[in-house]
């Protein structure tokens, strides 16, 4: 019997970089923008703010004329009116003060604004209490970004704060890379659809389809089901290779068994150059996953246990498609941290994804494993996340803090 | 003038939990139920699986007649034919076995598993170099679920295996606490549209609408914009409160002046009772917050500056939405561990929110804090996630390790 050759998990997600491109550009407008990665750089077409802005309640001056003011002696200026907001300041003279809101524009001959708090009103007289530098409470023209400036770089990902940083320069359209469209075939002849009813003996239900859909699309993506797929070789190529001109990502899930996985890695071959890829993963559960280039697009066969399928595509599913949204942050998954309420034995030379439940105890989060074969979904929705086992570990002992990734 | 009296953050939450409930029931079909939390308890309508099924490729035989079978002395069986997947298992016979792919469903007789690369093959001899206990390679009818069985628990937020899970069982159509509905206004006549091409001295596009639109449907709500309010009270009243009447949760942002917050805080009163809750949490930037319940309907007035405005509704504008969908998970935000790169001054009794870097570097992970007024985007926008120092600490030192928040 051949074996299966296996390559590190590291290295299967150098491969995706390797072998794949980010799609090709597309223009969106603002409102629907989060999540895209930009396809250029943005520079600012205009001063942000555009004018200069007060960040207190206050009274706009010129600075040096605070200079000295104390308790005791306080400066005194004549009180010139309001700024209302989002109107021109008006003027002011030497000797002169003018009332500011935070966020409103000081007059062209102000420099500072001093705190309401450290003012005190008789009719049109202001007394400070205090002196201000120039530029105290001030935010100048351009500060946040100068005309012209870098604004976001190619290959940032749109999240709220770029999202508002595009609305506060007016930039309501933008290109980016265009998302992924990912297409789903369930195999195996043990499978009918999920919504019918009742089971004939050796049946079970497709349940990885609709799971794998909800994460495709939590990944960012425009995900859809081709349907169960007949173990005949002839429809399976035929069916595939129409889904893999819709999509840019074609994922096959299902049976496990060797003839299966035979199967799907003869039609990878068939679907394009260079064709597979890799052909088992150094994990546990997941080692059975198979990747493939056809022709510029990648083909993924998943592991047909519902929880490796998920553990696989939560993990190299979402690198794929973060790698052809174009995005470009290289940053570790975030992690929840607990304390291992027992020890958990390893193998060295593999990465082991254990399933935790973490609780909340009066010494702080607790990770309990959960044991159970790859097969039973329940445990994987009793667990909070997955616990990564790093190859070079041979298990984990009680009372280490660990750090969970959450199932989201 | 009037001290602000402010909340704990820790505090905030619990006034969200304990002053608001879950939205009423909605049924929604399973492709659509990933984020929802459940709002009744499910028990498992049949078994899963179904069927005793092998874990493996081999032949399905009676454990026993197995006993005892190793390299030199193999047990001998008669290969009784294949289990077709999808297909009831055939009967064997005693010293017959009977081919099973990863799956499938065993003969009732059997009960055990050899595994296919402890055999050998010859004509319709099988011979095992290898003994198996009963059980072995098999999963049991109903070892996954048991008809009858809790599957998953109230206010269970559904998630990828959730689905599986679901699915596997043939449960289509699920009760769920109905997703919040959000309303959005901004206020500050230095605001307009964030689409105005043009903007005159002291003008401003209102940037927080869109990213706050944004973050409100990351965080699982239906999000609607009602536009820039005036400020005039009587049209701010009337429109709030028609606004009000059609969401689950109203927020308010824009003008961090103290009359604009008063204005705010006027409105909230005048919505329902018992009204303002909130008027400012001990958190930097964020410090003016509102939060009200009007008439059981949570009102929160964001602080002007973005970086506060969008800081304060990721926390509590997502604590407000998870209680109002059932959610019940009270688990940590997830984070990213690295080393800081610089100390970082705080003071005590206030919790701070900074804007952090995260970079890649050859000893790990570092955290470069950005400074910056809380007024520019460009900050938040370069940010990687926030770095949390608690209220008890009075600021971090270089080199310790520290947890960033990321921003999603």
Same mark, same amino acid.
């Given at each position: 019997?051949?074996?299966?050759r296996v390559?590190?998990?590291?290295?299967?997600?150098q491969?995706?970089?390797?072998?794949?491109?980010?799609? =090709?550009?597309?223009?969106?407008?603002l409102e629907k923008?989060?999540?895209?990665?930009?396809?250029?750089?943005i520079?600012?077409p205009?001063?942000?703010?555009?004018?200069?802005r007060s960040?207190?309640?206050?009274y706009?001056?010129t600075?040096?004329?605070?200079?000295?003011?104390?308790?005791g002696i !306080?400066?005194?200026?004549?009180?010139a009116?309001?700024?209302? /907001?989002?109107?021109?300041?008006p003027s002011?003279?030497?000797?002169?003060?003018?009332?500011?809101?935070?966020?409103? /524009?000081?007059?062209k001959?102000?420099?500072?604004v001093? /705190?309401? #708090?450290?003012? #005190?009103?008789t *009719?049109?007289?202001?007394?400070?209490?205090?002196q201000?530098?120039?530029?105290?409470?001030?935010?100048?023209?351009?500060?946040?970004?100068?005309?012209g400036?870098?604004?976001l770089?190619q290959?940032?990902?749109?999240?709220?704060?770029?999202?508002?940083?595009l609305?506060?320069l007016?930039?309501?359209?933008? =290109?980016v890379?265009?998302?992924?469209?990912?297409?789903?075939?369930?195999?195996?002849d #043990?499978?009918v659809?999920?919504?019918?009813?009742?089971?004939?003996p050796g049946?079970?239900?497709?349940?990885?389809?609709p799971? $794998?859909?909800?994460l495709?699309r939590?990944a960012?993506?425009?995900a859809?089901?081709?349907?169960?797929?007949?173990d005949?070789f002839?429809?399976?190529?035929e069916?595939?290779r129409?889904?893999?001109?819709?999509?840019?990502?074609l994922?096959?899930?299902?049976?496990?068994?060797?003839?299966?996985?035979?199967?799907?890695?003869?039609t /990878?071959?068939e679907?394009g150059?260079?064709g597979?890829?890799?052909e088992?993963?150094?994990?546990?559960?997941?080692?059975?996953?198979?990747?493939?280039?056809?022709?510029g697009k990648?083909v993924l066969? $998943?592991p047909?246990?519902?929880?490796?399928?998920l553990?696989?595509?939560?993990?190299?599913?979402?690198a794929?498609?973060d790698?052809?949204? *174009?995005h470009?942050?290289?940053?570790?998954?975030p992690?929840?941290?607990?304390?291992l309420?027992?020890?958990?034995a390893?193998?060295?030379?593999?990465?082991?994804?254990?399933r935790?439940?973490?609780?909340?105890?009066?010494?702080g989060?607790?990770?309990?494993?959960i044991?159970?074969?790859s097969?039973? $979904?329940r445990?994987?929705?009793?667990?909070?996340?997955?616990l990564v086992?790093?190859a070079?570990? =041979?298990g984990?002992?009680? =009372?280490?803090?660990?750090?969970?990734i !959450?199932?989201?």
């Amino acid at each position: 019997m051949k074996l299966m050759r296996v390559t590190d998990p590291e290295k299967v997600l150098q491969i995706i970089t390797a072998q794949f491109e980010p799609l =090709e550009k597309a223009v969106i407008c603002l409102e629907k923008a989060g999540g895209y990665c930009l396809a250029y750089e943005i520079n600012a077409p205009e001063n942000i703010p555009g004018f200069n802005r007060s960040t207190v309640d206050g009274y706009a001056v010129t600075a040096k004329e605070t200079f000295g003011a104390s308790e005791g002696i !306080p400066a005194i200026f004549d009180n010139a009116g309001e700024v209302l /907001m989002g109107q021109t300041a008006p003027s002011i003279k030497p000797g002169q003060c003018c009332l500011v809101h935070t966020g409103g /524009m000081l007059p062209k001959e102000a420099d500072a604004v001093i /705190m309401i #708090e450290d003012t #005190e009103v008789t *009719g049109t007289t202001v007394q400070s209490f205090n002196q201000v530098a120039p530029g105290e409470n001030v935010i100048h023209r351009g500060e946040d970004l100068k005309q012209g400036d870098s604004a976001l770089k190619q290959g940032h990902r749109l999240r709220a704060p770029e999202i508002g940083l595009l609305a506060s320069l007016g930039i309501t359209e933008i =290109e980016v890379n265009r998302r992924p469209r990912v297409g789903f075939f369930s195999t195996g002849d #043990e499978l009918v659809n999920y919504n019918q009813p009742n089971l004939k003996p050796g049946q079970i239900r497709d349940s990885n389809a609709p799971a $794998l859909l909800h994460l495709a699309r939590q990944a960012g993506s425009e995900a859809q089901y081709g349907g169960i797929l007949p173990d005949q070789f002839a429809i399976f190529v035929e069916k595939s290779r129409a889904m893999l001109e819709e999509v840019d990502l074609l994922v096959f899930s299902g049976g496990s068994s060797v003839g299966t996985r035979d199967f799907t890695a003869r039609t /990878m071959q068939e679907l394009g150059r260079p064709g597979l890829l890799v052909e088992g993963i150094s994990i546990q559960p997941g080692k059975p996953t198979l990747l493939a280039n056809c022709d510029g697009k990648p083909v993924l066969g $998943l592991p047909g246990h519902p929880v490796s399928a998920l553990n696989i595509f939560k993990i190299f599913g979402k690198a794929i498609i973060d790698r052809l949204s *174009g995005h470009k942050e290289k940053l570790p998954l975030p992690t929840i941290k607990a304390t291992l309420n027992r020890n958990i034995a390893s193998r060295s030379g593999r990465t082991d994804y254990v399933r935790v439940k973490v609780e909340n105890s009066e010494e702080g989060l607790k990770a309990l494993p959960i044991f159970g074969r790859s097969g039973m $979904l329940r445990t994987l929705a009793e667990a909070d996340g997955l616990l990564v086992i790093p190859a070079e570990k =041979e298990g984990l002992s009680a =009372e280490e803090t660990v750090e969970i990734i !959450p199932w989201d």
